[in-house]
């Protein structure tokens, strides 16, 4: 199937469109689009870890002035904004050296499937968790991720349904959100979050008011306009009701159990361990998801129940009834390890099968030699 995309973001087209046409001028035409998508995959990775490994608990920045040097904040914008550029000129880049395929695709919007929870982990430690004066709760980072991810998957089920990736208005915004959050603790220091903004409302508030804003009323109902309207002009992908909602199913499924994990965990995981639960979160999503999108581009059905459900199921009643006792902790820390490995095995996989099918190379631009 042909890949079409539409981008109706005024940020996007008025402003960022021209710097990306300005900046994909120096990129030399013998770089494979896939390493442009990788790189940036690659550094949000990095920044994710460095910022990790001087606040791993989220407290950091509650103190003031904060734990994490000012030089992390400043390399967290540089990174940020190339891996929003390189994301941005990928695609751009496959269609002046005429490699646009469907490995690319899926290799986009797969690395975009984890990198979405990423940003979003790695902006916690900015303004911290609460420490009774300012900062953001473990379960408000919990909610914001989840409508992040949610959004995510509203775009990528509204394409499984119509065929068209209508680009969410949100993700430039965020990029340039997050982008101008890291400069100003780099040049102001955290004290800019610990401080009320107007009203006695902070910064962190305004931004989790402007993000379930804009997933509630203008990301979600726009997927259900685009899809109504593909159901009214006749060109929707799936006849039946049942066929275009199963996709919802398992993220659906998944979003429950992980919830009541965190509702009745004994030990309360998600305030012990609130990197790691996270992290858990964003990878087990970006699997699901990147099942979704392999359906959406082969046209075929998606499997009712995710495989990772089941032993997610075991885990999280195990956890409740208190079988777990105190071992809660290590069995999260060793089921993390797991679906992360399975998820880097599954990106692999289908990587190599995709890349032999298509007799291409994933990082290179010259052809494989037919056996």
């Given at each position: ?160 349904n119509t065929g068209v990736l209508f680009l969410p208005w949100g993700y430039d915004i965020s990029q340039v959100v997050l982008i101008a959050a890291y400069l100003l603790t780099g040049t ?39 899809i109504h309207r593909a159901h009214l002009k006749k060109t929707l992908k799936n006849d039946s009701l049942y066929e275009g909602l199963l996709p919802l199913v398992s993220p659906l499924l998944l979003f429950i159990l992980l919830t009541v994990w965190v509702v009745l965990s004994p030990s309360n995981i998600l305030a012990k361990q609130p990197r790691l ?95």
């Amino acid at each position: 199937s042909q890949y079409s995309a539409v981008d109706t973001n005024p940020l996007s087209v008025y402003i960022m469109q021209p710097i990306w046409n300005k900046i994909i001028k120096i990129v030399p035409l013998w770089i494979a689009p896939n390493l442009l998508t990788f790189s940036g995959f690659v550094m949000i990775l990095f920044n994710y870890f460095l910022i990790s490994f001087y606040d791993w608990d989220y407290t950091a920045s509650g103190t003031s002035p904060g734990l994490v040097p000012t030089w992390v904040w400043l390399f967290s914008a540089f990174t940020t904004f190339c891996a929003y550029a390189l994301d941005s000129i990928d695609g751009k880049h496959a269609r002046r050296t005429q490699s646009s395929t469907p490995l690319g695709e899926l290799f986009d919007h797969g690395l975009d499937s984890w990198a979405t929870s990423i940003f979003v982990l790695s902006f916690f430690s900015v303004c911290s968790r609460d420490n009774g004066k300012a900062g953001v709760s473990v379960y408000t980072m919990y909610i914001y991720l989840s409508i992040v991810l949610f959004n995510f998957m509203c775009s990528h089920w509204e394409k499984y349904n119509t065929g068209v990736l209508f680009l969410p208005w949100g993700y430039d915004i965020s990029q340039v959100v997050l982008i101008a959050a890291y400069l100003l603790t780099g040049t102001v220091g955290v004290e800019v979050w610990q401080k009320p903004l107007l009203f006695g409302y902070y910064i962190t508030d305004v931004l989790v008011i402007l993000l379930i804003g804009f997933s509630l009323f203008l990301s979600f109902p726009q997927t259900l306009y685009n899809i109504h309207r593909a159901h009214l002009k006749k060109t929707l992908k799936n006849d039946s009701l049942y066929e275009g909602l199963l996709p919802l199913v398992s993220p659906l499924l998944l979003f429950i159990l992980l919830t009541v994990w965190v509702v009745l965990s004994p030990s309360n995981i998600l305030a012990k361990q609130p990197r790691l639960f996270l992290w858990m979160v964003g990878v087990a999503f970006s699997n699901v998801i990147c099942k979704v999108i392999i359906c959406q581009m082969s046209s075929t059905r998606p499997e009712l129940f995710h495989w990772f459900l089941f032993p997610l199921a075991l885990v999280v009643y195990a956890a409740i009834s208190g079988l777990l006792g105190r071992m809660e902790e290590a069995v999260l820390g060793v089921f993390t390890t797991l679906v992360t490995a399975a998820h880097v095995h599954y990106g692999i996989c289908v990587g190599r099968q995709l890349s032999e099918h298509l007799n291409i190379y994933i990082f290179s631009l010259k052809k494989r030699v037919q056996e």
